[in-house]
């Protein structure tokens, strides 16, 4: 079946602009994740969504980071006032969270550049 | 807190050679373990996971992991590396739906580097 999408794949913006950036998880899959990986560098958590409850955002690193998830299907991640040390590629994870199903399944990426 | 420790960022074997990456954890209640690769430009794919049972579990590529509970290790083994088998191989640990947190910590990945 499908795996995790997101888009776009590559995002180059000017330091100041906002940016938002999607993930389609796989269908069914309760739990979305979001992380951050600069290069080379290992994975920094930023927020967590399962099912219905309120979203873990203890690893947002300011508050010009946000996330929303509609409809327990589709996230977008926005930046805010885009700063250079935005640059990185984001991943977006989803997991089925139920019996024999706690892996996570990550999409390609989305490279955001800040120039 | 949950921790992972990778303790090499790089591992170096030749072609047909035997291979571990090692790794390490804690958590305050029952480990779900889990290894994942990440090829050059490319996201994380799910290679195994420990959950319950057997201590010996075995995943994608020919690769395997061993839990080992006393030592809190969960080392990835393959019995001949191939080339293709070179990228950088991350560690996850979390908690047991019943225990802490839900989300997973990574170690900071180790660079596999097989060499022809």
């Known amino acids: 079946g499908a795996g995790v999408s997101q888009s776009p794949s590559n995002k180059v913006t000017e330091k100041g602009k906002d940016v938002e950036l999607r993930c389609d998880p796989i269908?069914?899959?309760?739990?979305l994740y979001w992380y951050r990986q600069s290069l080379g560098q290992g994975l920094e958590f930023l927020i967590y969504?399962?099912?219905?409850?309120?979203?873990?955002k203890s690893g947002l690193p300011s508050d010009r980071f946000s996330a929303e998830r509609t409809g327990g299907s589709v996230s977008t991640l926005t930046i805010q006032r885009t700063q250079q040390e935005d640059s990185a590629v984001y991943l977006c994870?989803?997991?089925?969270?139920?019996?024999?199903?706690?892996?996570?399944?990550f999409g390609p990426g989305t490279r955001l550049t800040v120039t | 807190a949950q921790s992972v420790a990778q303790p090499e960022d790089q591992v170096n074997v030749a072609e047909g050679n035997p291979l571990t990456v090692k790794c390490t954890y804690s958590?305050?209640?029952?480990?779900?373990l889990f290894w994942y690769v990440q090829y050059p430009n490319r996201g994380l794919q799910f290679l195994l996971k420990?959950?319950?049972?057997?201590?010996l579990v075995k995943g994608s590529y020919g690769f395997e992991a061993e839990f080992n509970k006393s030592q809190t290790s969960f080392h990835l083994k393959k019995p001949s590396a191939l080339v293709s088998d070179s990228a950088l191989y991350f560690c996850?640990?979390?908690?047991?739906?019943?225990?802490?947190?839900?989300?997973?910590?990574f170690g900071r990945g180790t660079s596999l580097i097989v060499h022809p």
């Open positions: 996850a640990v979390r908690d047991a739906p019943s225990g802490g947190s839900y989300i997973p910590t």
């Open positions: 969504f399962q099912g219905n409850s309120a979203p873990d």
């Open positions: 958590v305050s209640g029952n480990p779900y």
């Open positions: 994870a989803s997991s089925l969270e139920v019996t024999g199903g706690y892996e996570q399944y």
């Open positions: 269908s069914g899959h309760t739990a």
């Open positions: 420990y959950i319950t049972g057997d201590n």
